[in-house]
């Protein structure tokens, strides 16, 4: 987990830049005499403007950042006022939920104010605050998001330095045939499920049952995914449990250790969000229980609540995407092959023109928002390959297809790193090999899945070829086969689907 490949340290950094953040907001709110409460609602609203916030330019996450108490100050002002009314508030936090995932569907902007407003309801729960306090705790949000927009965009902007990779937009369709739509539907109803039930267990955190079901609908598109998140999430909640008992409640809320120890856990849900959901919500589990601890409240069982409520959460997420409006992993995945599919070709063909002397021509950008396609595809395909996944044809197939579209990736980076030499010169065979991958890429997305013609294959470099000439034409022979490779396994995955 922590020796995972961490590409210009951009995760250390970022880890890092978010301790400043919550750090500055919270020390800013004990600065400005705030109680308790508000302190460590800065604190969580400076976390998730940092988390939350992944638009492709920093331009569009200053706006985004600045737009977070317009969708959340009026949530945070009804859950407030509908503190003393369960039904009234209970039907208003499913309603929360169902606009927060609707939102998703106007990509980067629309995950995180919908992420931003579900989480002020949460907070507000989570600290059973009263219309009373609603002045300070507006104050403390809005010092937060000052103090995080203070660190990110300009004590330390990671981003105008190295610039972050396009997220790809949400999967489209029209209705209920949107993914979007659909997942808002499951979510409302793994809530409503979690409201209901989770009061039933307790009358005091239910609300940890609601939030476990929501954060495992965050950034999946499929039925597979979402199981495979909420076994995840379990799994992460079980032993930060675990680590609470043995951290969290012998501190019995010291400040200076417990203070400590929540930036250490800020840090580790930075850090390890990326590579291990799991990781993750061990070290929100573990900085729940710090939090805990320092309102007074934490004793072990406590804990033992925490993990029957995110046990209810988690059956009421895979109720809702088994039996309402589910998206298939199939579905997903498809969508998702079909698109990065399709920007491999994109590069290509830029690639092709910029060694054809054409100077506007730059692939640099398709590439990055292919390495981003790459990776939505390995989390769609995740529950295939999960270990306890029992059909081990559609595991070994699901394996195959991602080794053949790493291959694919490096070859297109080979090739655009061929096109950046400015000593390359243009071959006329670089055009149709080029015309046979869009061949290849268009068989492959096409509805009925069939093996591209072998007829025609890149003839091998002349001997007057240049060297870059003759590189170059590796490259697409080997994104050719790859691609002529991958026929046969998406075949069998559409038969089995």
Not at 312 to 325: D, R, S
Not at 393 to 406: G, V
């Amino acid at each position: 987990m922590f020796v995972a490949p961490d590409p210009g340290r951009v995760r250390l950094r970022t880890s890092l830049r978010a301790v400043l953040g919550v750090g500055l907001a919270v020390a800013a709110a004990e600065c400005a005499g705030f109680s308790l409460t508000a302190s460590i609602s800065g604190g969580l609203a400076a976390l998730l403007a940092l988390f939350t916030v992944g638009d492709a330019t920093v331009r569009r996450q200053a706006v985004t950042t600045l737009l977070l108490p317009v969708a959340g100050f009026p949530v945070l002002a009804v859950a407030a006022a509908l503190h003393g009314l369960p039904l009234l508030r209970d039907t208003a936090f499913v309603a929360v939920v169902f606009c927060g995932v609707y939102a998703r569907r106007w990509g980067p902007r629309g995950h995180a104010l919908g992420i931003f407003a579900f989480m002020m309801f949460f907070v507000t729960q989570f600290l059973h605050a009263v219309p009373a306090q609603l002045p300070e705790l507006y104050a403390a949000v809005g010092l937060a998001i000052a103090a995080s927009c203070a660190v990110r965009f300009g004590v330390w902007c990671i981003e105008r330095r190295t610039p972050p990779a396009v997220p790809p937009a949400p999967l489209a369709g029209l209705g209920l045939r949107r993914p979007s739509t659909r997942q808002a539907f499951q979510a409302a109803a793994a809530c409503a499920f979690a409201v209901a039930v989770g009061q039933i267990v307790s009358g005091d955190r239910w609300y940890w049952a609601v939030g476990t079901a929501w954060w495992i609908f965050v950034n999946t598109a499929s039925r597979g995914e979402t199981l495979v998140r909420g076994f995840r999430r379990v799994v992460g909640t079980v032993v930060g449990i675990a680590a609470g008992l043995l951290i969290a409640v012998p501190l019995h809320g010291a400040p200076a250790p417990t203070a400590a120890l929540v930036a250490v856990c800020v840090f580790g849900i930075f850090y390890t969000a990326a590579p291990s959901y799991s990781w993750m919500m061990f070290f929100v589990t573990v900085m729940a229980g710090l939090l805990y601890g320092l309102l007074g409240v934490l004793h072990p069982g406590l804990l033992a609540l925490r993990f029957a409520e995110t046990a209810i959460g988690a059956l009421g997420a895979a109720l809702a995407v088994t039996l309402i409006l589910p998206i298939t992993t199939h579905t997903a995945t498809d969508a998702w092959i079909a698109r990065a599919l399709r920007r491999v070709h994109s590069c290509t063909s830029l690639a092709a023109a910029r060694l054809a002397g054409d100077a506007a021509a730059d692939p640099a950008p398709h590439a990055a928002e292919l390495e981003a396609l790459l990776a939505r595809v390995r989390m769609a395909l995740a529950p295939l390959v999960h270990p306890l996944n029992p059909q081990r044809a559609r595991k070994a197939r699901a394996r195959q297809i991602l080794a053949l579209l790493d291959d694919c990736a490096r070859e297109v980076r080979g090739l655009i790193s061929v096109a950046a030499d400015p000593d390359a010169s243009h071959d006329a065979r670089l055009a149709a090999a080029c015309w046979r991958v869009e061949a290849a890429v268009q068989a492959l997305t096409s509805r009925d899945v069939a093996p591209p013609s072998r007829s025609a294959r890149p003839a091998p470099a002349a001997e007057t070829a240049g060297p870059a000439d003759g590189r170059a034409l590796a490259h697409l022979h080997g994104l050719e086969q790859a691609l002529v490779q991958l026929a046969a396994p998406l075949q069998g995955s559409a038969r089995t689907s």
